[in-house]
């Protein structure tokens, strides 16, 4: 398969269903609405949305059943950029090329765009008129993945620790700890939304998980690498901000070539876990070898 394209075509299809089911920029009150669309139309690769069509696709389940809650992964994605981006946490000025949202709309905007895109996914996976055809059973064990990831013991808690230890050194436990909650679990989870609304037996389902959960934290090492070593006009954001800031990362704690061993022993492992899936399960198994050699 063609990897290029095939994440163009899914680009596309998930750009439109984020048009259709967000609320237009002119919408009242219009400064919100023009805030989130902002954030989400800046550009961003939608590996998330795009691991979890990829997955009801592997386990034997229709795109368009999954659309929803994929783009719920998206908005929930850039609600997190948007807070993470703010002067009370990493204080950025540039992200997806573009200036942040609080530097554009002001931080009082900022922070209402990203809770209500946080809303705003809940709200779309829930809406009754969209996937008529998935069972009831499904679509709650969809919601308990995405709310649980992006919750205290997911994503909030991985972004506490985070910002509580910069400038100490973290020992391997915490790095590990943050890793796979700030970034891993809301990868893992786009995994795991994507396998239940297919329908996923239970063998499928704890072998694409496994896949989500290695994916996911070979995804944020790959991210400190880039920051080490990445260049700022590719990425769209600042780089060599880490060590500044005195960030737990895996370079500043194993180096940067055992960080890159890491990282690509946890591709092989997230590959071996689709050992026993069908070519329907290719593009999770182009989109793992892409994300080591992934320059933004
Ligand atoms: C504010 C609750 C809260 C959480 C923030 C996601 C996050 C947690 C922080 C972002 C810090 C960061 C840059 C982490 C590195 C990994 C990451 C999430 C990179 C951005 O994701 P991409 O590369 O971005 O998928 P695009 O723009 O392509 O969507």
Redesign the pocket.
Known sequence: MNLADYLRRRRRLVDGALKRWIPAEDEFPPQVHKAMHYSLFA??????PILTLAAAEAAGGRTRDALPLACSLELI??Y??I??DLPS??DDDL??GKPTSHKVFGEAVAILAGDALLTEAFYLASRPDLMKGVPPRRRIQALWHLARAAGSLG??G??TVDILTQGRPADAGTLEYIHTR??GA?IAASVAVGAVIGGAGLRSFRNLLAYGEKLGLA??IT?DLLDAEGDEKKL??AVRKDPSKGKATYPALYGIPESRRKAGRLIEEALACLKSFDRRANPLREIARFILERS?
């Open positions: 550009g961003g690769k939608r590996l998330r994605h850039t997190s950029l807070h993470d946490m990493d992200r997806r994503m909030v991985g972004q700030k970034t809301l995804f944020q991210d769209g954001k933004n």
